[in-house]
């Protein structure tokens, strides 16, 4: 491990973001019925009640170590803070984890960090897998400060990168580290596959340090085959873990897990130890060959007798999937769980990978407050829960960021006595913003959201504090820097040259940012404007988006999406996601079919980092159609995408004439339809849009 030498760490104030001081709520948000109906209503200004928070100046953590992504943040029982990032010289591949330590209390500017590297490969900057930070007691009454992040690495012949669990530990404060261990244990696969036994497919981890000693731990593990939900945990303060369990056996009801979204632990005091992910479900309710979130379909155009909905999954019937948290409760500390239980009935359908997981947290009373995003047309946004049973039945979920349509957000949760404060990036808003609501009694009710990072700029995956008194807060994020686009396209090599390689994924030029407030005051109110998001609709006019061609056809050309006279078949993917992998049969099939009459298919992958996995993942398909990579995730941001995959069709006009959310198999009979009738000369009907199912 690679460690510097003691030092204290100075922060980059960075004025332009809000100013420190009293802050009041500049986001359109819900709490209840009459604030969602405000938050719908198209207006250019409104008057908006705010809990004070007072915040400091911002400060860009990630200026000590050049650039920086996917912060975390712990809090130890003596007060100490522990924050997390991942950085690489020059934005470069090789990632090393930055972690600070400092006084509560202390100004910003004093810490001791220390640079920690493995010998497996560079640490992985993902913000919805993050490394994770947490505090144990020991036994002789000392501290130990554990560490949890993902190896990456590229193997020969394999499709997707492998990737290895690795955890460190710290009994000295963060002054000194030992050497990495591996906490997965399907050696078995990783030999088959010819893999060093570290690795697998192991991530969307989360790591919590309970109130007994006893370091938890979970993740998502594809060992045999799908998705599913793994744990471990150490009793000596992360020197030695138990063997691996599978929280839902094979073959059980929710054994299958959302092969993208984070998991979350908490424990009480008693040694009840909770888990929450997000289980994948089939949705009974719809019936066979339908196919839910699609729109622009022609009349008539349902599914034919001879179609096989979703046999990509190797199912012989139809499959759309519900996509809702559980929580599972174990009470022999991790030896073996419980039948999950749904924390609420969202009966989101979305075939696809929202990349959204739950938080939990205990509070000393024991009860579990639970809190998650869901993309449920309608009903879209951030809500919360708690459970006062140990997990066996929860109470009705409260909206704390809810409209029609909303993009992924990622919140988090912390609780100190009764307060229970909850922030996250408002996908609600165009540009999403972090934000905060408090609640002072326990979660009963919560106060109208805060802004913390600057309106405008595009803030994700924050993480949170609060200290012991539960009145001081302290969020860290991560922002891109405005030119990260431009940097990351100058340095994309022109794969046209035989003798070009692709790069390792880069760790980027990005910020993480910090603050702390004090919270309390009366309430205030402000003007504010409308900031709402809406997803592209069947209708609207594409934006314009352009982006060279990674591979397939056109390869090295810059391909416009909204082509005057063309009709363009966009997808919109990742090489992470599992449903966007298993339609690529789907669309190729679309692509030689539809070729000769002139249809385009772009497939658009929004994969961070690098685009050398994605050039792999084609190449192994042996995709003809046009790849095109976005690492900075524009087409998101001017197309309104909720999740992937997402495919649109585009006319010759640059209409959207039909999309679809979710795995395009069932849809095909729909999209056979539409790609027809805008194929059509001349006279293209106009587009039609079938209900949405909620």
């Known amino acids: 491990m690679g460690q510097l030498q003691p ?17 009041a709520c500049s986001v359109a948000c819900a709490g209840d019925a009459g604030n969602r109906a405000d938050n719908d209503r198209d207006t250019t200004a409104s008057t908006v009640s705010a809990a004070v928070v007072r915040f400091d100046s911002t400060h860009e953590l990630s200026a000590v170590s050049n650039v920086g992504a996917a912060p975390i943040l712990a809090l130890a029982p003596d007060g100490r803070h522990a924050t997390a990032w991942v950085s690489a010289p020059n934005g470069g591949t090789d990632g090393r984890l930055h972690v600070l330590v400092t006084r509560d209390g202390a100004p910003p500017g004093d810490g001791l960090m220390r640079e920690l590297t493995d010998v497996l ?23 130990t400060l554990g560490a949890l992040y993902v190896v990456g690495k590229l193997v020969p012949g394999r499709r997707f990168p492998a990737s290895a669990l690795r955890f460190v530990r710290s009994d000295d404060g963060g002054n000194s580290w030992s050497a990495p261990v591996t906490v997965t244990d399907d050696t078995t696969k990783a030999l088959a596959e010819g893999l ?77 130890v909770y888990l929450a992910w997000r289980a994948v479900m089939t949705d009974s309710a719809t019936p066979a060959g339908g196919s839910a979130g699609t729109t622009g379909a022609p009349p008539g155009a349902g599914a034919g007798a001879g179609d096989n909905p979703h046999a990509a999954h190797g199912d012989g019937a ?6 809702d948290i559980v929580v599972a409760r174990s009470d022999d500390n991790g030896r073996s769980w419980g039948t999950p239980v749904r924390v609420h009935h969202d009966d989101w359908v979305f075939d696809g990978c929202p990349h959204a997981g739950p938080s939990l947290a205990v509070d000393s009373a024991g009860a579990l407050h639970a809190a998650w995003w869901t993309g449920k047309p309608g009903a879209a946004g951030v809500f919360y829960s708690q459970s006062r049973d140990g997990a066996q039945t929860f109470a009705p979920a409260q909206p704390l960021g809810v409209a029609d349509a909303s993009q992924p957000a990622h919140v988090q949760l912390a609780v100190r006595g009764q307060s229970v404060v909850a922030t996250w990036d408002d996908g609600t808003r165009r540009v999403p913003q972090v934000v905060m609501r408090v609640s002072s009694n326990g979660g009963g009710s919560f106060a109208d959201a805060v802004p913390v990072s600057e ?21 860290a994020w991560s922002e891109q820097a405005p030119d990260a686009a431009q940097a990351a396209a100058k340095a994309r090599p022109n794969m046209r040259d035989p003798k070009a390689v692709m790069p ?11 603050r702390r407030g004090v919270i309390g005051g009366a309430a205030v109110a402000e003007r ?119 495919t649109l069709l585009i006319d010759r006009a640059g209409v959207v004439r039909w999309k679809t ?8 009979p729909a999209a056979r339809a539409a790609i027809d009738a805008a194929l059509q000369p001349a006279l293209a009907m106009r587009p039609t849009v079938s209900p949405q199912r909620p």
């Open 661 to 668: 959310a979710g795995n395009i198999h069932g849809a095909l």
């Open 528 to 646: 504010t404007s409308s900031d709402r998001f809406r997803p592209l609709a069947v209708g609207d006019a594409a934006p314009a988006y352009a982006g060279a061609v990674l591979t397939g056809a056109g390869v090295g050309d810059t391909v416009q999406l909204a082509a005057n006279g063309q009709v363009t078949l966009v997808n919109i993917w990742a090489t992470w996601c599992t449903s966007c992998k298993e339609e690529m049969a789907d669309l190729q099939a679309l692509f030689e079919r539809y070729r000769p009459s002139g249809l385009r298919v772009v497939a658009v992958s929004v994969d961070q980092g690098g685009p050398a996995k994605v050039q792999r993942f084609a190449q192994a398909e042996r995709l003809g159609f046009s790849v095109v990579h976005d690492p900075a995730g524009t087409i998101q941001a001017r197309y309104g995408v909720v999740g992937v995959p997402e």
């Open 318 to 323: 139809a499959r759309r999937t519900i996509r």
């Open 7 to 23: 030092q204290p760490v100075r922060f980059t104030t960075v004025p332009r973001i809000l100013a420190a001081g009293t802050i």
């Open 504 to 514: 390792l994924p880069r760790v980027g030029n990005s910020q993480v940012l910090v």
């Open 196 to 272: 060093d036994t570290d690795f697998g497919s192991h991530n969307f981890h989360a790591l919590h340090g309970a109130p007994d000693g006893t370091f938890h731990v979970a993740w998502l593990d594809g060992r045999h085959g799908k998705s599913a939900v793994y744990t471990t945990h150490s009793t000596d303060g992360g020197v030695t873990w138990a063997p691996n369990v599978r929280v839902v056996p094979g073959g059980a009801p929710l054994t299958e897990a959302c092969p993208c979204c984070r998991t979350a632990i908490a424990a009480d005091q008693s040694g009840r």
């Open 455 to 475: 309106s405008g700029r595009a803030a994700a995956f924050p993480v949170l504090m609060v200290s012991p008194t539960g009145n001081a807060v302290t969020v």
């Open 121 to 143: 490969g560079p640490i992985e900057p993902h913000g919805e897998a993050p490394p994770k930070l947490a505090w144990v007691t020991r036994k002789d009454g000392g501290l």
